[in-house]
């Protein structure tokens, strides 16, 4: 059935971020122009704005479209999906830095009052052992070894025989610092503790002025700092029995914990849009993979820890959610831009049937304001009239391959964070659409076929944006 947004022009909006997408050209180039003057056309809206209830959205967007003197075909049959509103809201967001504040709720929330322990790089017995090591190269006892040089060796000699002086002897257990340790190029909390009966870690950093916290709280043998332990079910189903690989609970269970979680936090308007089935895997024997001839070899047993779901959650403006996109949107144009890069926020939570096993929240935004609740918007039709231009236009150097299809196989309305070109730290959330679909490569090429996004567009004046830069 097709649904319907409904339009009403409100309200006087005046930013001071001064670039943001200009009139869509017939070049590849994205080009920067004034926010302001792209939000005015969401202000003004058209004659009669009043009386236009209606996107014009079709039930399906479908056609086949062939250019580049024939090297890029793209054929659309695609489910477009519309928020559960009837107004589309116009933000602003800010980067937020993890304070004290947060590292204090963190704490409350993951160590629930138990003791928080130093993470042990090195304990003193092993620091004694690496030093007679180093010392006996030096004494040419033993051969030099592990690339190793004699120039090296008095550096790595005082290094160890300062972790000797200072390291904590096996079994010791040393409180760790809950507040931020400045470490030359960032600040972190970092370490440990015991909650009911299980290991878990909580690590948050501050990465200077690049815009870059995040924080990560992981049950042992679940994650590690940079990622859960965890693979969707459906990748495996077919190799693995479903009952060691799907679990035994609802997704409406594992939706409660993971909402229960960010009320917790006291994040407020956030929403989960992806929740889906994973087994947890025994790392090092994950990795071991080729060693067993392939999935159908592998014991389940020694490879599946634990099942489980993976939820996905978004920052939202008045409970419409902002989109995710596989882009992470910390991409410059040119070398003196680095410093203006500006990653999009990512919350994950996973849970098994005793709770949550593990959380991350990278690149965190302050809550959005609202500048503008109801936004003007062009037609569908109009979109897919730039669509159909313009993914010819963006994949131009096409022209000179051996010939390319896309499929689109869905259309989504929803919000994005642009920023400032060359800027960083304060962006508008705007109305785009995101065309999704698969690139076929041939068979021998050796690469996948992954849905991405072919394409955004700018819901509101029609401009192209490209999801990497962020504007």
């Known amino acids: 059935m097709k649904k319907t947004i409904s339009l009403v022009l409100a309200g006087v909006l005046a930013l001071g971020l001064l670039a943001g997408c200009q009139d869509t050209p017939d070049t590849p180039a994205v080009i920067v122009k004034d926010q302001e003057q792209m939000l005015e056309t969401a202000e003004k809206g058209r004659e009669n704005s009043a009386l236009f209830a209606a996107l014009e959205v079709p039930d399906r967007f479908t056609g086949e479209w062939t250019g580049l003197n024939g090297k890029l075909t793209v054929t659309a049959d695609a489910e477009i999906l519309l928020p559960d509103a009837d107004k589309i809201p ?99 909390m970092n370490g440990w503790g015991t909650v009911d009966g299980k290991e878990v870690h909580l690590d948050v950093i501050h990465w200077g002025d690049d815009n870059f916290d995040k924080a990560a709280y992981f049950v042992s043998s679940y994650g590690d700092w940079n990622n859960s332990y965890s693979i969707p079910s459906a990748h495996v189903e077919n190799d693995l029995p479903r009952e060691r690989v799907f679990p035994s609970f609802s997704e409406e269970e594992a939706l409660q914990m993971g909402d229960a979680l960010m009320d917790e936090l006291g994040l407020g308007d956030v929403k989960c849009d992806l929740i889906e089935p994973v087994f947890f895997f025994n790392y090092a024997y994950y990795y071991s993979e080729e060693e067993h001839g392939g999935w159908a070899n592998m014991d389940p047993d020694a490879l599946i820890e634990d099942t489980g779901y993976r939820l996905r959650y978004m920052r939202c403006v008045n409970g419409f959610p902002i989109s995710w996109t596989p882009h992470a949107g910390s991409a410059v144009e040119h070398e003196a831009a680095h410093d203006a890069f500006w990653s999009y926020e990512q919350m994950e939570v996973c849970v098994t049937a005793d709770g949550v096993v593990y959380f991350s929240w990278e690149s965190p935004y302050n809550e959005p304001t609202v500048e503008l609740e109801d936004t003007q918007l062009m037609s569908f039709t109009e979109i897919t009239d730039i669509f159909q231009r313009m993914v010819m236009v963006k994949n131009s150097y096409l022209e000179d391959g051996d010939g390319t299809t896309y499929y689109v196989d869905r259309v989504h309305l929803g919000l994005m964070r642009i920023k400032a070109k060359d800027t960083r730290g304060e962006g508008l959330l705007i109305p785009v659409w995101d065309f999704w679909g698969t690139r076929d490569f041939p068979a021998d090429s050796g690469e996948y076929v992954d849905e991405q996004i072919l394409l955004t567009i700018n819901a509101i004046d029609g401009t192209v944006i490209d999801r990497d830069l962020g504007y």
Do not use: C, H, W
Request: glycine letters at 4%; zero cysteines; charged letters at 30%.
């Open 90 to 188: 116009t933000g602003r967001v800010t980067a937020r830095e993890f304070n004290q504040d947060d590292l204090d709720n963190f704490l409350r929330v993951f160590l629930k009052g138990q003791p928080y322990y130093e993470v042990v790089e090195i304990t003193r017995q092993q620091a004694q052992e690496r030093l007679e090591y180093y010392q006996a190269m030096q004494r040419g006892e033993i051969p030099l070894q592990n690339g190793a040089d004699y120039e090296d060796l008095p550096d790595a000699i005082a290094e160890y025989a300062e972790a000797v002086r200072t390291a904590p002897d096996e079994n010791e257990l040393r409180l760790a610092a809950t507040s931020f340790v400045d470490k030359s190029y960032l600040a972190e």
